[in-house]
C-alpha cells in the first residue's frame, strides 16, 4: 500500500518545484512588480485607517479642548447661580451646586487628561475618549501649564462649594465660599478663558499640522503607487511589445517557410492527427486543402493499395514505440518511394510518387509527435522507371539484335511484314463473329495454319526465339482442337500469346529501323554470333538463288540437328527467277514444310542408314524447272519412303476409315491422306513436325498457286513430291 | 505482361453479375486485341481505372436497348435513363468487387465512372494492345475491354 506521508511530501516538493520555477522564470520581474504596487497600495490603505483614527481623535480632542473654554466661563456663571440660590431663603441651592461640580469636575477631568493623559468617560457622543497623544501638551506645555496653575487655586477656592454636594455645610458657608470663589474666578476668569482658547487653537494646530503630515505621506505612497503601475504599464508593454514581435517575427518567418517549402511538412500525433500547422504544398500534394486534424490513415486510404496502407501503420506504429531506436527504424523506412493514386475526373488515377519521412519531436517529456516530410518524387521515379525500362529493353533488344542480326535485311523486312501480316490475320480471324462450334473449329484452324506458316518461316530463318513462341501458340491450338466443345473464352490464351507476338514483332520492326539507319558495310562485324547455317557474308551476295539456298541450308541444318540426322541439301537445278513476286512466297512454303516433313518422316538417323547400307548423311534435293508454261517443283529425300502401313494405322486409330475401307483402298487414296489437317504418323508433336498441319498448309499453298502435285515414293529408297504450277509472266522493271 | 488469369478475373466478374442477377450465363466470344486508339464503345459505358502493381482500366460498354432490358428483367417497371445509368454502375461495381478481392493488397481498383456515349479520354497506355471480350446476354451484344500494362 502507498505510503500517504510519501505522496503528500512528494506533492508538496512538486509545488516547491513549481513554485521555484515561477521564481526562476521569466516572470519574476512581472510578479516583484506587482508585489511591490500591492505592496504600496495597502501601505497607503493602512494609512487611511491610520489617518481616519487620528482625524477621529484630534476632532475630539479639538472638541474637548474648546469645551474647556465653554467650561471655564460656565464656572463663573454656575457660581453666581450657587450664590443666588443660596442667597435666596425660599431656593434650592443643592441643584446649582450639583451642575457647578458637574462642570467643575469635567473641566478638571479633562484638563488633566490633557497634561497627564487619561481616559475621559462620557464625552463626546457618549463615547469614552482616550487622550494619550502627548502632541498637544508638548506643543501647548506654557499654556497647559498656566492653566494648571491657575486651576490649582480655582480648586482649593470651588473646592468648599463642590464638597457642599456631598456634605452640605449650610447656606451661610455656601454663601461665604461662593463669594470668595466669586472673586477669584473674575479675577481669574479671563485668564483662563483666554489660556483655554490659545489651548484649543494649539490642539488645532497640531491636527492641521498633524493631518497635512498624513496627507503628504499618503500623497507620497500614491504617487509611488502609481509610478510603480506606470512603471509596470510602460516596462511591461514594452516588453510584451517586443516578445509580440518577436512572437510575429517567427510566426512570420513559420509561415513563411510553410508556405514556401517544396516540401509537405506537418506534425503527425499519435492518434495519426494531422496538426494544424502544416506547408501549403501538401496541400497541393494530396489535392486537399483541409488536412489540418484529418486522420492520416483516412486520407491515404482512398490513395493507396492496401498493402502500402498496412506499411505506413506499421511502420508508424514502430516509430512510435519509444523502445525502438528511431535511427535503426529512419534506415528500414519502406515508405521512402510510395505510389500515391489521385482521384482524376476522367477514367484512372492521376499516378505520383511521394517520398514519406519520419523523425520523432522531443520536448522535455519525451515525445508525441511525428515529424513528417513528404516530398513529391514522381519525376525521379519516373526518370527511374523510364531508365530502367530503357535498360530492360535495350537488353532485350540486344536479345533479340543478336538472334536477327545473322539475317539478311531483306529477309528479315519480308519476315517481319509476313509475320505482322500473320498475326494481324490471327486477330482478324479471332475478330469475326463465330457462335457455333464449327465455326469456332474453323477459326482454330485457320489459325493454326498461320502459325505454322509463321513457325516454319522463323525456322528457315533461323530464329529460335520466334520460332519456339510459334511453337507455343501451336501447342495452345492444339490442346483446343483436342475439345470436343469449344467457347470464346478458350481462346483467351491464344489472344495472350498472340499479343505477345506482336508485342516483339513491335520490337523487331523498331530494332531493324535502327540498324537500317546504321551503314553496316563500315563495321567489321567478327561472324561471331551464333549464326545458324547464314553467315553476314550472304548481305553481300543477295542474288535470289543465293538467298534461297542459304535459307533453305539453314533450315536443313537446323531441323537435321534437332532430330539428330544428317543431311545435305542440293539446289543445283533450282531457278528462282522463274517465280514471280506472287509465288515466291506460296513455293518458299512449300519447300519449308516438305523439308521439315522429309527429314522428320523420310530422311532416317545415321545409325539405320548406315545399317541399311546407305551414306550416313542424307541427301535432299529440291528443283524448280520449267516445263513449258508450267513450272515443276520437286522435292526429293533419299529417305525411307512412306510407310503405308504407319498411314493405315494412323487412319485407323483417328477413325478416319475403318479396316476393311483401308484394305481396299488404292495407295493415292491413302496418301491423300496425308494432305488431311491433323492427320501425322508422328507418335507427338515436334518442333518441326508431328502436328498434321504442314502438309494441310503445303495443299492450301499450292491451291493459291492453282498447282497440282504427285507422289512418289519407294520403300527404304526415297520419297519424292512433284508440284506443278502455270509460270506468270514476271514484270520486268526497266 | 497481362496474363490470362488476370483477363479471367474480370470475365468471372462480369458472368457473376449476370448469373446472380438475370438468372442467365452470358456467352464469351473468342477475345482479340485491339490498339489504345481503336477502342470504340457502345452506348453506355462503365470504365474502371486500375493502378498499382498494375496499371490501365476496364470498361464495360453496353447498348442502350439491352440496358433497358436488363433494367426490366431485374424488376423494374420502366426503364428510365437513370435505372440504365445505375445498372451499368452494378455491372462495373461488380467487375470492380471482383477484381479487389482477387487482385489483393497490392492493386487499386477506381469508383466506376459511367458515361453514356463517348468518353472524353481513357486512361489507355498507348503501346499497350487492349483485350476484347466480346459477350451476348439474351440476343444483345456487349463488350469488355481489358487494357493492363
Same mark, same amino acid.
Given at each position: 500500500?502507498?505510503?500517504?506521508?510519501?505522496?503528500?511530501?512528494?506533492?508538496?516538493?512538486?509545488?516547491?518545484?513549481?513554485?521555484?520555477?515561477?521564481?526562476?522564470?521569466?516572470?519574476?520581474?512581472?510578479?516583484?512588480?506587482?508585489?511591490?504596487?500591492?505592496?504600496?497600495?495597502?501601505?497607503?490603505?493602512?494609512?487611511?485607517?491610520?489617518?481616519?483614527?487620528?482625524?477621529?481623535?484630534?476632532?475630539?480632542?479639538?472638541?474637548?479642548?474648546?469645551?474647556?473654554?465653554?467650561?471655564?466661563?460656565?464656572?463663573?456663571?454656575?457660581?453666581?447661580?450657587?450664590?443666588?440660590?443660596?442667597?435666596?431663603?425660599?431656593?434650592?441651592?443643592?441643584?446649582?451646586?450639583?451642575?457647578?461640580?458637574?462642570?467643575?469636575?469635567?473641566?478638571?477631568?479633562?484638563?488633566?487628561?490633557?497634561?497627564?493623559?487619561?481616559?475621559?468617560?462620557?464625552?463626546?457622543?457618549?463615547?469614552?475618549?482616550?487622550?494619550? /497623544?502627548?502632541?498637544?501638551?508638548?506643543?501647548?506645555?506654557?499654556?497647559?501649564?498656566?492653566?494648571?496653575?491657575?486651576?490649582?487655586?480655582?480648586?482649593?477656592?470651588?473646592?468648599?462649594?463642590?464638597?457642599?454636594?456631598?456634605?452640605?455645610?449650610?447656606?451661610?458657608?455656601?454663601?461665604?465660599?461662593?463669594?470668595?470663589?466669586?472673586?477669584?474666578?473674575?479675577?481669574?476668569?479671563?485668564?483662563?478663558?483666554?489660556?483655554?482658547?490659545?489651548?484649543?487653537?494649539?490642539?488645532?494646530?497640531?491636527?492641521?499640522?498633524?493631518?497635512?503630515?498624513?496627507?503628504?505621506?499618503?500623497?507620497?505612497?500614491?504617487?509611488?503607487?502609481?509610478?510603480?503601475?506606470?512603471?509596470?504599464?510602460?516596462?511591461?508593454?514594452?516588453?510584451?511589445?517586443?516578445?509580440?514581435?518577436?512572437?510575429?517575427?517567427?510566426?512570420?518567418?513559420?509561415?513563411?517557410? =510553410? &508556405?514556401?517549402?517544396?516540401?509537405?511538412?506537418?506534425? =503527425?500525433?499519435?492518434?495519426?492527427?494531422?496538426?494544424?500547422?502544416?506547408?501549403?504544398?501538401?496541400?497541393?500534394?494530396?489535392?486537399?486543402?483541409?488536412?489540418?486534424?484529418?486522420?492520416?490513415?483516412?486520407?491515404?486510404?482512398?490513395?493507396?493499395?492496401?498493402?502500402?496502407?498496412?506499411?505506413?501503420?506499421?511502420?508508424?506504429?514502430?516509430?512510435?514505440?519509444?523502445?525502438?531506436?528511431?535511427? =535503426?527504424?529512419?534506415?528500414?523506412?519502406?515508405?521512402?518511394?510510395? &505510389?500515391?493514386?489521385?482521384?482524376?475526373?476522367?477514367?484512372?488515377?492521376?499516378?505520383?510518387?511521394?517520398?514519406?519521412?519520419?523523425?520523432?519531436?522531443? /520536448?522535455?517529456?519525451?515525445?508525441?509527435?511525428?515529424?513528417?516530410?513528404?516530398?513529391?518524387?514522381?519525376?525521379?521515379?519516373?526518370?527511374?522507371?523510364?531508365?530502367?525500362?530503357?535498360?530492360?529493353?535495350?537488353?532485350?533488344?540486344?536479345?533479340?539484335?543478336?538472334?536477327?542480326?545473322?539475317?539478311?535485311?531483306?529477309?528479315?523486312?519480308?519476315?517481319?511484314?509476313?509475320?505482322?501480316?500473320?498475326?494481324?490475320?490471327?486477330?482478324?480471324?479471332?475478330?469475326?463473329?463465330?457462335?457455333?462450334?464449327?465455326?469456332?473449329?474453323?477459326?482454330?484452324?485457320?489459325?493454326?495454319?498461320?502459325?505454322?506458316?509463321?513457325?516454319?518461316?522463323?525456322?528457315?530463318?533461323?530464329?529460335?526465339?520466334?520460332?519456339?513462341?510459334?511453337?507455343? =501458340?501451336?501447342?495452345?491450338?492444339?490442346?483446343?482442337?483436342?475439345?470436343?466443345?469449344?467457347?470464346?473464352?478458350?481462346?483467351?490464351?491464344?489472344?495472350?500469346?498472340?499479343?505477345?507476338?506482336?508485342?516483339?514483332?513491335?520490337?523487331?520492326?523498331?530494332?531493324?529501323?535502327?540498324?537500317?539507319?546504321?551503314?553496316?558495310?563500315?563495321?567489321?562485324?567478327?561472324?561471331?554470333?551464333?549464326?545458324?547455317?547464314?553467315?553476314?557474308?550472304?548481305?553481300?551476295?543477295?542474288?535470289?538463288?543465293?538467298?534461297?539456298?542459304?535459307?533453305?541450308?539453314?533450315?536443313?541444318?537446323?531441323?537435321?540437328?534437332?532430330?539428330?540426322?544428317?543431311?545435305?541439301?542440293?539446289?543445283?537445278?533450282?531457278?528462282?527467277?522463274?517465280?514471280?513476286?506472287?509465288?515466291?512466297?506460296?513455293?518458299?512454303?512449300?519447300?519449308?514444310?516438305?523439308?521439315?516433313?522429309?527429314?522428320?518422316?523420310?530422311? &532416317?538417323?545415321?545409325?539405320?542408314?548406315?545399317?541399311?547400307?546407305?551414306?550416313?548423311?542424307?541427301?535432299?534435293?529440291?528443283?524448280?524447272?520449267?516445263?513449258?508454261?508450267?513450272?515443276?517443283?520437286?522435292?526429293?529425300?533419299?529417305?525411307?519412303?512412306?510407310?503405308? &502401313?504407319?498411314?493405315?494405322?494412323?487412319?485407323?486409330?483417328?477413325?478416319?476409315?475403318?479396316?476393311?475401307?483401308?484394305?481396299?483402298?488404292?495407295?493415292?487414296?491413302?496418301?491423300?491422306?496425308?494432305?488431311?489437317?491433323?492427320?501425322?504418323?508422328?507418335?507427338?508433336?515436334?518442333?518441326?513436325?508431328?502436328?498434321?498441319?504442314?502438309?494441310?498448309?503445303?495443299?492450301?499453298?499450292?491451291?493459291?498457286?492453282?498447282?497440282?502435285?504427285?507422289?512418289?515414293?519407294?520403300?527404304?529408297?526415297?520419297?519424292?513430291?512433284?508440284?506443278?504450277?502455270?509460270?506468270?509472266?514476271?514484270?520486268?522493271?526497266? | 505482361?497481362?496474363?490470362?488469369?488476370?483477363?479471367?478475373?474480370?470475365?468471372?466478374?462480369?458472368?457473376?453479375?449476370?448469373?446472380?442477377?438475370?438468372?442467365?450465363?452470358?456467352?464469351?466470344?473468342?477475345?482479340?486485341?485491339?490498339?489504345?486508339?481503336?477502342?470504340?464503345?457502345?452506348?453506355?459505358?462503365?470504365?474502371?481505372?486500375?493502378?498499382?502493381?498494375?496499371?490501365?482500366?476496364?470498361?464495360?460498354?453496353?447498348?442502350?436497348?439491352?440496358?433497358?432490358?436488363?433494367?426490366?428483367?431485374?424488376?423494374?417497371?420502366?426503364?428510365?435513363?437513370?435505372?440504365?445509368?445505375?445498372?451499368?454502375?452494378?455491372?462495373?461495381?461488380?467487375?470492380?468487387?471482383?477484381?479487389?478481392?482477387?487482385?489483393?493488397?497490392?492493386?487499386?481498383?477506381?469508383?466506376?465512372?459511367?458515361?453514356?456515349?463517348?468518353?472524353?479520354?481513357?486512361?489507355?497506355?498507348?503501346?499497350?494492345?487492349?483485350?476484347?471480350?466480346?459477350?451476348?446476354?439474351?440476343?444483345?451484344?456487349?463488350?469488355?475491354?481489358?487494357?493492363?500494362?
Amino acid at each position: 500500500m502507498k505510503n500517504p506521508f510519501l505522496s503528500i511530501i512528494k506533492g508538496v516538493k512538486g509545488s516547491m518545484r513549481a513554485i521555484g520555477g515561477i521564481f526562476r522564470s521569466k516572470y519574476i520581474e512581472i510578479i516583484l512588480a506587482v508585489g511591490l504596487f500591492i505592496l504600496l497600495d495597502s501601505g497607503v490603505l493602512i494609512l487611511n485607517f491610520y489617518t481616519s483614527y487620528q482625524i477621529a481623535n484630534d476632532a475630539h480632542a479639538i472638541q474637548l479642548a474648546s469645551r474647556m473654554g465653554t467650561l471655564s466661563q460656565s464656572l463663573l456663571h454656575e457660581l453666581y447661580q450657587v450664590q443666588q440660590d443660596a442667597n435666596n431663603q425660599d431656593a434650592n441651592y443643592s441643584e446649582s451646586i450639583d451642575i457647578f461640580a458637574k462642570s467643575y469636575r469635567l473641566f478638571d477631568e479633562t484638563l488633566d487628561a490633557f497634561i497627564y493623559g487619561g481616559d475621559l468617560i462620557g464625552v463626546g457622543q457618549g463615547q469614552d475618549a482616550l487622550l494619550k /497623544d502627548t502632541a498637544y501638551r508638548d506643543t501647548s506645555a506654557r499654556v497647559l501649564k498656566e492653566a494648571e496653575e491657575i486651576w490649582k487655586v480655582y480648586r482649593i477656592k470651588l473646592k468648599p462649594i463642590v464638597y457642599a454636594y456631598f456634605n452640605d455645610p449650610g447656606r451661610e458657608k455656601i454663601l461665604e465660599a461662593t463669594t470668595i470663589a466669586i472673586d477669584y474666578t473674575r479675577q481669574q476668569n479671563d485668564k483662563l478663558l483666554e489660556l483655554m482658547e490659545s489651548f484649543a487653537t494649539a490642539v488645532e494646530g497640531v491636527a492641521i499640522r498633524k493631518a497635512e503630515r498624513l496627507r503628504t505621506i499618503q500623497s507620497i505612497g500614491i504617487g509611488l503607487a502609481v509610478i510603480n503601475f506606470f512603471l509596470i504599464l510602460f516596462h511591461f508593454l514594452k516588453r510584451l511589445s517586443k516578445s509580440d514581435a518577436l512572437v510575429e517575427k517567427s510566426r512570420k518567418e513559420t509561415e513563411d517557410i =510553410l &508556405e514556401n517549402v517544396n516540401e509537405g511538412l506537418f506534425l =503527425l500525433d499519435k492518434d495519426y492527427i494531422i496538426g494544424s500547422q502544416h506547408s501549403k504544398s501538401l496541400h497541393a500534394f494530396f489535392k486537399d486543402d483541409n488536412l489540418a486534424g484529418q486522420n492520416f490513415i483516412d486520407l491515404l486510404r482512398p490513395l493507396v493499395t492496401e498493402k502500402t496502407l498496412d506499411t505506413v501503420e506499421d511502420y508508424t506504429e514502430i516509430l512510435f514505440s519509444p523502445r525502438v531506436n528511431e535511427s =535503426l527504424v529512419s534506415n528500414l523506412n519502406p515508405l521512402k518511394q510510395v &505510389e500515391i493514386n489521385l482521384a482524376t475526373d476522367a477514367t484512372g488515377f492521376d499516378i505520383r510518387h511521394f517520398s514519406f519521412q519520419f523523425s520523432r519531436v522531443y /520536448d522535455t517529456k519525451g515525445f508525441n509527435n511525428l515529424l513528417v516530410t513528404v516530398k513529391d518524387i514522381s519525376e525521379q521515379v519516373k526518370l527511374s522507371e523510364q531508365l530502367k525500362a530503357a535498360n530492360e529493353k535495350a537488353s532485350k533488344e540486344i536479345d533479340m539484335l543478336l538472334a536477327i542480326i545473322h539475317v539478311e535485311n531483306n529477309m528479315l523486312t519480308d519476315f517481319i511484314r509476313m509475320t505482322e501480316d500473320g498475326l494481324n490475320n490471327v486477330n482478324n480471324i479471332l475478330k469475326k463473329p463465330a457462335k457455333t462450334t464449327d465455326s469456332l473449329k474453323n477459326k482454330l484452324e485457320m489459325i493454326f495454319r498461320i502459325a505454322h506458316k509463321l513457325k516454319g518461316d522463323s525456322t528457315m530463318l533461323g530464329l529460335e526465339f520466334v520460332e519456339e513462341k510459334f511453337h507455343s =501458340l501451336e501447342a495452345a491450338i492444339v490442346v483446343l482442337k483436342e475439345k470436343q466443345a469449344l467457347t470464346g473464352e478458350d481462346f483467351l490464351p491464344l489472344v495472350v500469346q498472340l499479343n505477345q507476338l506482336m508485342s516483339d514483332f513491335t520490337i523487331i520492326r523498331n530494332l531493324q529501323k535502327k540498324m537500317n539507319a546504321i551503314d553496316l558495310s563500315n563495321m567489321q562485324l567478327e561472324p561471331v554470333l551464333p549464326v545458324v547455317g547464314a553467315s553476314l557474308d550472304i548481305a553481300a551476295d543477295s542474288a535470289p538463288e543465293t538467298l534461297w539456298k542459304s535459307q533453305l541450308n539453314a533450315l536443313v541444318k537446323r531441323v537435321v540437328t534437332d532430330y539428330g540426322k544428317q543431311a545435305v541439301l542440293d539446289m543445283s537445278d533450282f531457278d528462282a527467277t522463274l517465280l514471280s513476286e506472287e509465288q515466291i512466297e506460296p513455293v518458299r512454303d512449300i519447300i519449308v514444310q516438305s523439308l521439315r516433313n522429309a527429314i522428320a518422316h523420310g530422311i &532416317e538417323t545415321p545409325e539405320s542408314r548406315e545399317n541399311a547400307g546407305k551414306p550416313s548423311e542424307g541427301n535432299l534435293k529440291v528443283k524448280l524447272t520449267q516445263n513449258g508454261s508450267s513450272l515443276q517443283l520437286t522435292i526429293r529425300d533419299d529417305g525411307g519412303g512412306i510407310d503405308i &502401313e504407319k498411314i493405315k494405322s494412323t487412319a485407323l486409330a483417328k477413325r478416319l476409315a475403318t479396316e476393311s475401307q483401308l484394305s481396299t483402298c488404292q495407295s493415292a487414296s491413302l496418301l491423300s491422306l496425308i494432305f488431311r489437317q491433323g492427320f501425322t504418323t508422328a507418335q507427338e508433336g515436334g518442333l518441326h513436325a508431328g502436328r498434321g498441319v504442314g502438309m494441310d498448309l503445303i495443299k492450301s499453298r499450292l491451291g493459291s498457286l492453282n498447282g497440282q502435285f504427285k507422289v512418289k515414293f519407294k520403300a527404304g529408297r526415297f520419297t519424292e513430291f512433284q508440284f506443278s504450277f502455270e509460270r506468270e509472266r514476271i514484270a520486268v522493271q526497266l | 505482361m497481362i496474363t490470362e488469369k488476370d483477363i479471367e478475373v474480370f470475365i468471372d466478374g462480369i458472368k457473376h453479375y449476370f448469373r446472380t442477377s438475370t438468372k442467365m450465363d452470358i456467352v464469351v466470344d473468342p477475345p482479340y486485341l485491339i490498339s489504345a486508339d481503336e477502342i470504340t464503345v457502345n452506348d453506355y459505358t462503365g470504365i474502371i481505372g486500375i493502378s498499382g502493381e498494375r496499371k490501365g482500366f476496364v470498361l464495360v460498354t453496353a447498348p442502350a436497348d439491352m440496358l433497358r432490358y436488363l433494367v426490366l428483367s431485374l424488376g423494374e417497371k420502366s426503364a428510365t435513363p437513370d435505372l440504365v445509368h445505375d445498372v451499368v454502375g452494378e455491372v462495373a461495381n461488380t467487375i470492380s468487387g471482383n477484381a479487389r478481392r482477387s487482385f489483393g493488397a497490392g492493386f487499386m481498383i477506381s469508383v466506376p465512372l459511367i458515361v453514356q456515349g463517348q468518353p472524353s479520354r481513357i486512361g489507355a497506355a498507348k503501346d499497350t494492345n487492349g483485350y476484347v471480350i466480346p459477350s451476348r446476354w439474351n440476343t444483345f451484344s456487349f463488350h469488355l475491354v481489358v487494357s493492363l500494362q
